[in-house]
């Protein structure tokens, strides 16, 4: 007697391959770009994500790029982790899960780049004779670093006084 029957073969689903990315290292203010890929077997659509990455730098699609802030170095080094993820489940009625996905890892290291500090303009400063003349600086450092004023060629007989950022004569 002969037997009929159904053989269903199924596709298996392959993890996409992530490339390696080498370690980096930038400067505050630096605008680095890098181009991440990844291939998958399977032909299914490749979704990227990433943590870890340093303030101002932003995955898009499959490009790491943005502008280091004066004051990344603070968190460095960096522990970046990539994950390349096919969005296909693995066999019916399966979910996404961790046999769809593979990550790669870098440092990314941002060394620290000494800013001069502004100061705002207090403006021509005038009076009479024997009145007093009263104003206040405000000065920034994108570093953080503490700021500490002084003034130079103040008018004869005038005295420098300080008082925080007031400066009187």
């Known amino acids: 007697d002969a037997v009929t029957f159904i053989w269903t073969i199924e596709s298996s689903d392959t993890q996409p391959v992530l490339s390696a990315i080498a370690d980096q290292l930038d400067a505050e203010g630096d605008a680095p770009e890098l181009s991440i890929s990844a291939i998958d077997e399977d032909g299914d659509n490749i979704a990227y994500s990433a943590t870890g990455l340093p303030p101002g730098v932003i995955l898009s699609g499959t ?31 399966a979910t996404v899960g961790p046999d769809d996905s593979t990550s790669v890892y870098f440092t990314w290291t941002v060394d620290n780049v000494d800013t001069s500090p502004s100061i705002a303009s207090p403006g021509d400063q005038s009076g009479t004779e024997s009145d007093a003349v009263n104003f206040t600086l405000s000065g920034n450092d994108v570093d953080a670093d503490a700021v500490s004023y002084s003034a130079t060629n103040l008018p004869d007989r005038s005295e420098e006084r300080r008082v925080g950022k007031e400066c009187r004569s």
């Open 63 to 93: 490009t790491i790029a943005g502008t280091l802030p004066y004051d990344a170095a603070v968190g460095s080094p960096y522990s970046v982790k990539i994950t390349a993820t096919d969005n296909t489940p693995s066999g019916p009625g």
